[in-house]
């Protein structure tokens, strides 16, 4: 399909899917290739005009989602602001729209999420998100959509990748921690047969966008954990060195 500037939006419709359906889209599609929990999944379909007679409903193909669950950092919930309980925010988990329809259609789709959020969902008061700048991402979509951004220094430690061939798979040092009782690199020199590679995960930007009514995000605003800050550029990724550690095994 040839990709136009824009999405015609009156040939979409979002509706809330099968988490089932959501996941196989996911794994087959996202860049990820992995799922992850999900409370609530919203499908966005196309119409595409054709019926089989006068009197069916026009035939639509599905060609994305929205994925929302719990937060995933333990304490994420609780560090928007002073006036949102943990339980009133969900987290943005996946997102994907299959390429071809247009250059707002992710926009377009966060959009009418949050219009089905506030129906459907007054409970949930506050959304949370992150891009991975190790992906090359700064969160552009969310820039375009309004979100607030809150840095990348919101965790208080660095994080390490650790990889056990020069051309193998990089794990997360929390991935390791259980197999040997440490993911601190001086340590882990002491406890493996062979040379291995770290580099320090990149930092992923931190997004918030506040649901509920103007009273409620006029509230939530004048008690955020942590303040607005400009919008990252992708200019200001930085580089990440990778480093061959030597093993200490005499």
Known sequence: MKKNNYVDTSKLLVREIDRKVAKKMIVEYHYSKQWTKCSIALGL????GKQHTFFDEPEERLIGTICYGDPIGRHSGASI???IPRE???ELVRLFVH???GNNIESYLIGEGFKWLKKNRKDIKALISYSDPQQGHVGTIYQATNWI???NRIRPN???LFKW???GKWQHGRTIFPYYGTNDIEKMRDLVEKDFWVKKELRKHRYVYLLGNKSDKRKAMNNLKYPPLPYPKVADIEEIEI???EVNNG
């Open 45 to 48: 379909y196309q119409l595409t």
């Open 81 to 83: 602001s002073e006036s």
């Open 88 to 90: 009133a925010v969900f």
């Open 99 to 101: 390429d071809g329809y």
């Open 149 to 151: 951004y809150q840095g």
């Open 158 to 160: 660095d994080s390490w």
């Open 165 to 167: 061939e020069e051309d």
């Open 243 to 245: 480093i061959k550690v």
